[in-house]
């Protein structure tokens, strides 16, 4: 089947062609890929989907067919098998982008061919579910692309004053009292030290980029619903039909 989408990123053309054309950086905004390996022109990694409480995952390998600089087009051909052998999965994808006022558009044109679960959709829910994927992909590209943040400014370094030298007794003194008051600190950080390592240190592990698999339904979501309402109004006429025949008796 072929699908036509676009999507648009708040960046220049020539930084946006750059990242599409390393798949380190573009696997990584991809809902459910994970990339596996790069070598020169070609690439392996895993998609993970799930429809419904089922759950797939689809190994596979891809390659850059074409890179046109001027054009700005890029062609890339993939394909992927379950790795429950449940079904398969290509597509030859073509990328163009031109430069508009909003910053890069990019249209994209698939020819996919699909076997196994994700191919009960059919064509017009796997495309509706297509663009919405690719404007997913397009948030995390932007959000990969913008400008790091500017550095934070330090604030002015702050120069002591000398104060005039107190007579040698006094300092004597000053230098007695701020020794205990040092010991006794030191103390106290020592017995707070203690306490502290007593307690195991838990630190919070994300999931890592593209581990997330894509949920098909989901994505799809008022468009499963619009398909399955006309079939439920059908089926509770029919029921309420029925249920009055059988009170009439």
Not at 64 to 82: Q, W, Y
Not at 182 to 211: D, M, N
Not at 231 to 237: D, E, K, M, Q, S
């Amino acid at each position: 089947m072929k699908l036509e989408h676009s999507f648009s990123v708040p960046a220049d053309l020539d930084t946006v062609w750059a990242a599409v054309l390393d798949p380190r950086r573009v696997a990584p905004c991809m809902p459910g890929a994970a990339l596996t390996e790069v070598d020169g022109d070609a690439f392996r990694g895993t998609v993970k989907v799930k429809v419904g409480p089922i759950s797939l995952q689809y190994k596979g390998s891809g390659e850059f067919l074409e890179k046109d600089e001027a054009a700005r087009k890029v062609v890339i051909k993939a394909a992927g098998k379950d790795t429950r052998g449940n079904g398969t999965a290509s597509a030859t994808v073509t990328v163009t982008l031109r430069e508009d006022d909003a910053g890069t558009t990019g249209s994209v044109h698939t020819d996919l061919s699909i076997t196994g679960k994700p191919a009960q959709f059919g064509r017009g829910l796997i495309s509706e579910v297509g663009g919405k994927i690719l404007s997913s992909f397009a948030t995390s590209l932007a959000a990969e692309l913008a400008p790091a943040p500017d550095p934070p400014v330090e604030p002015p370094t702050l120069t002591a004053v000398p104060t005039p030298e107190a007579p040698a007794s006094v300092v004597d003194e000053a230098e007695r009292a701020e020794a205990v008051e040092i010991g006794a600190k030191a103390g106290e950080a020592a017995a707070r030290a203690g306490a502290s390592a007593k307690k195991p240190v838990l630190t919070a592990v994300g999931p890592e980029p593209g581990s997330e698999p894509i949920d098909l339904l989901s994505y799809a979501g008022p468009s499963v619903l619009k398909r399955v309402l006309p079939v439920l109004a059908a089926v509770i006429a029919v029921v309420a039909v029925v249920t009055r025949r059988r009170g009439k008796r």
